[in-house]
């Protein structure tokens, strides 16, 4: 089939599609996104997590964002594109997507006045000395001599890209990032060439063009990233966008556009979380792609399976679609969205950001919540291998069916051993049952259902509503203790509770749909103050109660994913939900809880309730743990919460190793 640079309703994830003098094999793309896996000159630990992504069957990966200049180098694990020695990096991953026939394209990019500085930097650059509102770093003015420097960086940086023996180039002018400074009234105040007028703030991109273009070959294409909107006061708007990319190309060549959204100052609308609708910038994809056609245009932003990619396709919003989470979570899911996983269920991802967009920011390598093969160097960065065949008799014996134990049965039965898992509860799923019962949260049931099919298709052994005890295990049985967490009972509530006033449990109102939290509802944070807390005030939302959340912190939601933060805020203030921080329970009455400060000898003040729930850290669950704490004839792990106390990746990545330690020693 001749390569389109159309979608509409005759065109299908599967049909080939020309970016340039380029050709893509199919239209699904992996959107440039850190990992935290590089060095300075690249890595093979990088290269090999592309290569799974390519032999997972997308027809264009765009290599994360490559920093073209010392001052713009914001983040550790990224590849330097100014040293020569970049070169080496570049053509590795180059070897190792190439047998699956995928292209790869690498951003370049300056982070301007977003950078935080570190590792001997002054300040951050940026085309005026104000700061972003967001990282609020000190902000050197850049100087015409600043500018040419970081001109020649980019056209540097793309010939170390083209003589690595990638596809080609996209530069990176979208997020509040250097290029987007200068073009956008929201950052830039320059009074000089550089500044005012709309080809002034043009003048930076357009030159970062001619030089790209000057040293890129003709065989190598040349796109760039954009936003289509600031989501900010003052800043760029759809319509600029579309004038932006008129202005360039009647200019420069211009191969394809790949849209984005927001700026620092509007970070949730970069990274999405499981709060935003599917494909949610697809509206104004359809403005832009109308605007630049025929130049095709990539789109990505909470894309979550073969329906979203279809629909987007078919809807005309754009020519490629790509998804950077999902296929974190699953490596092979353009394979699913063409319908060639092979009867395998896709591995879903749920849009937490918690261990794949929150790790970055701590410049931790990227994890992943439903993937415990992304980012533990124990375990590695992809999937291995098919285990080789090998006799192994010694049982297996899991305890505990939520996610710890339920990956640690799947894993045992990948390796080929006996496995048995013992279930107290009636049915499987340990927190992800009460997570699930949160609307906002529904997404977690996608992946319970994954692990539920997946424990079916493995032939273990499931006895529900079954407590372990040692003596009914077999002989010599490896044991791997995953018995979870329990939500723990603050001291006030159980006062209250003896009193005879009602206290409900925040998972016990998640688990019962038909809970009633009518008239006035006060949520006490007791500590979780993440996703548990933010899934029980987002349903209480939902059911219409009216509701007041008290909490320690001098704000809600210390422990959410740091862009997720303002989008929970977004959503309690649209429901007219109230926040009382920095306050701690003194007692609780009839219909009354007395409420202290944590930070200052302010009066007590009370709160009147109609319905009062504990949002309440969790804490292992050791009624059993003695029970296995001896030896019994194999290896004994204790995995996930039942370990400590702390969130869904962690509880994967345990029972995985769990399992692979248990079964190398035999």
Request: include cysteine.
């Amino acid at each position: 089939m001749t390569p389109q640079a159309t979608a509409g309703n005759d065109v299908t994830p599967a049909d080939p599609v020309g970016l340039g003098p380029v050709t893509a094999k199919n239209r699904l793309f992996l959107p440039p996104h850190g990992t935290n896996y590089s060095e300075e000159v690249g890595s093979a630990r990088l290269a090999e997590y592309y290569r799974a992504r390519a032999a997972g069957g997308v027809g264009l990966i765009i290599h994360e964002a490559v920093p073209v200049h010392p001052s713009g180098a914001r983040l550790t694990g990224k590849v330097h594109g100014w040293r020569p020695e970049s070169v080496e990096g570049f053509a590795r991953v180059a070897d190792a997507v190439r047998e699956h026939d995928t292209r790869v394209f690498v951003q370049l990019y300056h982070v301007g006045r977003q950078m935080t500085p570190g590792k001997g930097m002054r300040s951050a650059w940026g085309p005026s000395a104000r700061p972003c509102p967001e990282t609020r770093s000190p902000v050197h003015p850049m100087t015409v001599e600043d500018i040419d420097e970081v001109v020649a960086a980019f056209a540097a940086s793309a010939k170390h890209v083209s003589d690595g023996g990638l596809d080609g180039v996209e530069v990176h002018m979208a997020n509040g990032y250097l290029l987007t400074a200068f073009m956008s009234p929201f950052s830039n105040f320059r009074t000089d060439a550089y500044g005012g007028g709309f080809e002034n703030r043009m003048r930076l991109p357009l030159r970062v063009f001619e030089a790209v273009a000057a040293v890129l070959p003709d065989d190598r294409a040349l796109g760039t990233r954009i936003a289509a909107e600031e989501m900010i006061n003052g800043g760029l708007t759809v319509e600029d966008t579309c004038e932006i990319l008129d202005y360039l190309r009647a200019r420069v060549r211009l191969d394809y556009v790949s849209l984005s959204l927001g700026n620092y100052a509007a970070h949730e609308n970069v990274v999405p979380d499981h709060s935003f609708p599917p494909v949610f910038n697809a509206r104004r994809a359809e403005v832009v792609r109308a605007s630049i056609a025929p130049v095709p245009l990539l789109l990505a932003g909470r894309v979550r399976d073969a329906g979203d990619v279809v629909r987007t396709l078919a809807s005309g919003a754009a020519d490629m679609v790509g998804a950077v989470r999902p296929q974190i979570a699953d490596p092979a899911w353009a394979r699913g969205v063409l319908g060639r996983l092979d009867g395998r269920r896709m591995r879903p991802c749920v849009y937490c950001n918690q261990d794949c967009r929150t790790n970055l920011g701590k410049g931790l390598p990227i994890a992943c919540s439903v993937n415990p093969e992304v980012g533990s160097p124990e375990v590695g960065s992809n999937p291995p291998p098919d285990p080789v065949p090998v006799e192994i008799t010694r049982p297996l014996v899991v305890i505990g069916g939520g996610p710890a134990g339920l990956t640690a049965a799947i894993e045992g039965r990948r390796a080929g051993r006996p496995v048995t898992l013992f279930e107290e509860q009636p049915e499987l799923g340990g927190q992800l049952r009460a997570a699930v019962g949160a609307r906002a949260r529904r997404e977690l049931g996608d992946y319970l259902g994954f692990l539920l099919d997946e424990v079916k298709n493995s032939g273990a052994e499931v006895r529900l509503g079954t407590r372990a005890r040692r003596a009914d295990l077999p002989t010599g049985a490896d044991v791997v203790v995953a018995t979870g967490g329990v939500q723990r009972v603050p001291d006030w509530a159980a006062r209250a509770r003896e009193r005879g006033i009602a206290v409900h449990a925040g998972w016990d109102v998640l688990r019962n749909a038909a809970h009633d939290c009518a008239g006035a509802v006060v949520v006490v944070d007791d500590g979780e103050d993440g996703w548990a807390m933010a899934s029980l005030v987002d349903e209480l939302v939902e059911r219409g109660a009216s509701v007041t959340l008290v909490t320690e912190g001098h704000y809600a939601g210390h422990l959410l994913p740091p862009l997720s933060v303002r989008p929970f805020h977004a959503r309690l203030e649209k429901a007219g939900a109230r926040v009382v921080p920095s306050r701690s329970v003194h007692s609780v009455g009839p219909g009354r809880v007395r409420l202290v400060s944590t930070v200052s000898e302010a009066p007590a003040e009370e709160l009147a309730f109609d319905t009062l729930i504990f949002s309440g850290c969790h804490e292992p669950d050791q009624r059993d743990l003695g029970e296995w704490s001896g030896h019994v004839g194999g290896q004994v792990h204790v995995v996930g919460d039942a370990y400590a106390a702390r969130g869904l990746g962690a509880a994967g990545r345990e029972a995985l190793e769990a399992v692979r330690a248990t079964t190398a020693a035999h």
